[in-house]
């Protein structure tokens, strides 16, 4: 029950307390109090708060209708009426604060009358039925959605079923979500006064479920201020040595950020660029991460500079003036307008360096793009109006609808896909735990969001979701890659898909598997296949193994071919080499070995070099009449189930009979097959070659290049 929460004014964690040098636009969520929420007015009338949200939300949205939130207000007040909070302020404060919040962040009508009622149901006798006749389903539903997840124990790995349900419950309305982060975020405030093994409890569910939350939704204002809040609580010594370092920056006289602000704002007002150029303070937790990773802190580390403009090409304008005019570090240029982040985040990101040395990060981004930057799908809007055309371009891989942003509406698809509950609590555990999301290409130019770490089997199953079963390998920036292959930022890739509905996936898989999307799918097929996969395998490579040994065809040996050579060497018997085994019509060579018999190598073979450096003559070889022929052939191939089955009846449609056949055992999900064939016609050994590359899973096919070691 959020009434647990405390007395802001009480002993805890002070967020914020450094004086900022110039006003900035992030959005401050801490600046109104409790005397602005209730104000001096009496019971007979709305108090002051209800002013402070009108206006907040008149800011975003000037021709509300504010009739909702005042009737709102009146049963929320009522209902609340004697309850009281334990720092003894009167309960009301609480929903007043969470839907200031809201309001700050440019949250609809809807969402803000659903936040004024959102402890009704469960604290007072207002029964969930009065709520929907008052103010209508939407409203309801978001009130039945946030008492729901009051009940969920986020701590409790016991209880995945009932997280799954509760969570799912909100996936169908992103709204019910952010009212809850509103929420513990208020009552992260005001955690003063309860005991510190409590606070540490709040804190650690705080930074281990809902701060990655916030993220995946893009409220960045909700999760860097909630940061803070259980950086003071679970690490309060590094929180006062932090809070040291941007006192005692503050207090310094030279500043290279305001420096470099100054600069940018003459370059940019030279080139005639309407900017609005902002210097953009780290919060406790950044500073704390730049100090691990830099040491000692330079002026410049303290924070960023913000470039808002009004135009996505202006955002282009900018950047090239910046690498024009001043002197741009160009390895921290990132493009996240071309290529969104997976929490519809927008902005470019370059560096320019100071005049002594220091670098100095800027964003540049329009105004839009910042409003969706730190209130992610809060500011987006009414899920159920008309959708803007800016909302109906989704950007490739997500989705634009607030209700159902990307990660979102992926994490709906998880649940459906997990084979049990705690499949899929452990890999939304694992999924939270991400911090850092990789992007690559494909071929046709669209791009798939993945967590670092990330392998072709995730981008498999981020591709093609469940078709990805089918997938049989990869090309990373255009090599050929195993599917367990790492991929970095910025790759290429290709994933070479069969064409046989039935293929299965491998349970190797499962170890290179990082995403949920990947592991859940692998999962639920092996749950639906008990014993599938790993039996054929086996079945498969064991007939391959008994398959009959062609001792002549050993490496070292010669073969005996009906496409019979003619050498000038009268009554020597002709045998063409194992190492190359060439058939007509290859350009081939001759040489004398033992008991006169003369070996036939193709002439590029690297035997012939050999054999010429130790002064051995070449023996003049034409093919005669015959047109038979036999060769041996290697094919390379991705490791799937009848793929020797598929590649055998290419060969048996071509014409040619097998000899003899070999596969070695599969390596990093590679297959090597070696055969031995007989051509009726060797002219027709180029067509066979084009029809083994065409079978699923078989990436090249050559002829056989032995090294010879012996003459």
Known sequence: MSAEATNPASPGPVINTVPRRKARPRIDLRRLGRAALLGPAARDRLPDAIGHVAEAHRAHYPDADLEPLRRAWVLAESSHRGQMRKSGEPYITHPLAVTLILAELGAETTTLTASLLHDTVEDTEVTLDQVGEEFGAEVRYLVDGVTKLEKVDYGAAAEPETFRKMLVATGSDVRVMSIKLADRLHNMRTLGVMRPEKQARIAKVTRDVL??????????????????????????????????????????????????????????????????????????????RVARKRGRLRGADFGRLLVLVNEDADCYGVLGELHTCLKPVVSEFKDFIAVPKFNLYQSLHTAVAHTDGQVVEVLIRTHQMHKVAEAGVIALGNPYAPPSEEQQTAHDGERADPT???????????????????????????????????????????????????????????????????????????????????????????????????????????EHAHTPAARIAIQRWIAAHPGRGDEEAAEEAQSVRSAPPASEDSPDTAVESPATPVVDQPGATVRLAGCCTPVPPDDVTGFSVRGGVVTVHRVECAAVAQMK?????????????????????????????????DLTEAIALEGAEIVSATVEPPSQQRVRHTYTLQLPDAAHLLTLMRAMRNVPGVYDVSRAQHHTTAF
């Open 211 to 288: 701060i990655p939350l916030a993220e995946r939704l893009g409220v960045q204002a909700l999760k860097t201020e909630l940061e803070d809040l259980v950086f003071a609580i679970l690490h309060p010594e590094e929180y006062d040595h932090t809070r040291g370092l941007i006192v005692d920056n503050a207090s310094r006289a030279d500043d290279p950020l305001a420096e470099v602000t100054d600069e940018v704002r003459t370059v940019l007002r030279d080139a005639d660029i309407q900017a609005e150029v902002l210097i953009r303070p780290r919060h406790f937790v950044s500073v704390h």
């Open 404 to 510: 159902r942003p990307g990660w979102l509406s992926r994490l709906l698809d998880w649940q459906e896909g997990a084979p049990d509950p705690d499949t899929f609590w452990s890999t939304l555990r694992e999924d939270l735990a991400q911090d850092r999301e990789i992007t690559v290409f494909r071929p046709d130019g669209g791009t798939l969001g993945l967590p670092d770490g990330a392998t072709c089997v995730d981008a498999a199953y981020a591709q093609y979701g469940e078709d990805a079963h089918a997938c049989i390998g990869a090309r990373v920036n255009g090599r050929l890659a195993t599917l367990s292959t790492v991929l970095k930022d910025g790759d290429t890739v290709q994933l070479l898909m069969g064409q046989d509905p039935a293929s299965e996936p491998s349970r190797e898989w499962l």
């Open 613 to 645: 450096s130790v002064g051995r003559a070449e023996v003049g070889v034409r093919w005669g009449d015959t047109t038979e022929c036999r060769v041996t052939l290697v094919a390379e191939s991705f490791g799937r189930p009848h793929l020797l089955a």
